[in-house]
């Protein structure tokens, strides 16, 4: 008769994380085991430094939010040695690149919406985002 050992229900844990499972059942013989997960919603995402100590995050109605257009991981910067693309208080131009987003080994850009300035940057660089999340907000400039 084979028995599980701790090191049998560590390694069965690890393997549910590395999977991204809920649950998982072995059986050998007349002995089986489950070792489950509960997966929670993942937390909002944190503010990040800029937004921090830009004050309260304040959107009024002539702030809009820069959307991420896919899920994946976010990038501020083109490059790891590179500055960032915009930092708090930046002025932009619609169509301007703010950031990138890696999925499946490519990176896609995100665009500004509009002109203005980034009032707050909600997410940190290699944070993973999902689409429609907001990346950061722009204040609009008047026209």
Do not use: C
Not at 19 to 44: F, H, M, W
Not at 126 to 141: C, G, N, T, Y
């Amino acid at each position: 008769m084979q028995h599980f050992t701790e090191q049998d229900i560590k390694w069965l844990a690890e393997l549910l994380e590395a999977e991204d499972l809920e649950e998982i059942e072995v059986q050998t013989g007349d002995e089986s085991v489950v070792v489950s997960r509960k997966i929670a919603s993942p937390p909002p995402p944190a503010p990040s430094p800029q937004a921090s100590l830009a004050g309260p995050l304040a959107v009024s109605e002539d702030t809009i939010p820069v959307l991420a257009p896919m899920t994946g991981v976010f990038y501020r910067a083109p490059s790891p040695n590179a500055p960032p693309y915009v930092e708090v208080g930046d002025r932009v131009e619609g169509g301007d690149v703010v950031g990138l987003i890696e999925a499946m080994k490519m990176f896609n850009e995100v665009a500004a919406p509009a002109g203005g300035v980034i009032a707050h940057i909600l997410v940190d660089n290699e944070q993973s985002v999902e689409a429609d999340q907001p990346l950061m907000f722009i204040k609009l400039s008047p026209d």
